[in-house]
Nanobody, 122 residues
Framework: QVQLVESGGGSVQAGGSLSLSCAAS????????MGWFRQAPGKEREGIAV???????LYADSVKGRFTISKDNAKNILYLQMKNLQTEDSAMYYC????????????????WGQGTQVTVSS
């Protein structure tokens, strides 16, 4: 049984930083395409960063240069480091895994975490 558990969300002022973690069980993160998505109220789920089994990374233009996705294969954890956060980054952030094609489209992913809230105030 695959489980993805996100943590690290919270409230921060604009310009601040947060680091999200996604602890995986039932799958080996080093072997899977994994991604971070976010969804704000009234908006579609947006893919912001994905990393495949070979370490190839794709970022959404909206976060490029500010967010960093990485894996700790020894701990079986996926990370998202976020800096220079802006109010438009406020959303529920989700960890995902299991896409056959590693791309930032939610429909591609089989497994999802429960999400962690990020709120950025001005």
């Amino acid at each position: 049984q695959v489980q993805l558990v996100e943590s690290g969300g919270g409230s921060v002022q604009a310009g601040g930083s947060l680091s999200l973690s996604c602890a995986a069980s039932g799958l080996i993160v080093s072997s899977y395409c994994m991604g971070w998505f976010r969804q704000a109220p009234g908006k579609e789920r947006e893919g912001i960063a994905v990393i495949d089994g070979g370490g190839r990374i794709l970022y959404a233009d909206s976060v490029k240069g500010r967010f960093t996705i990485s894996k700790d294969n020894a701990k079986n954890i996926l990370y998202l480091q976020m800096k220079n956060l802006q109010t438009e980054d406020s959303a529920m952030y989700y960890c995902s895994a299991g896409a056959r094609l590693c791309a930032p489209y939610a429909a591609y992913y089989r497994y999802w975490g429960q999400g962690t809230q990020v709120t950025v105030s001005s």
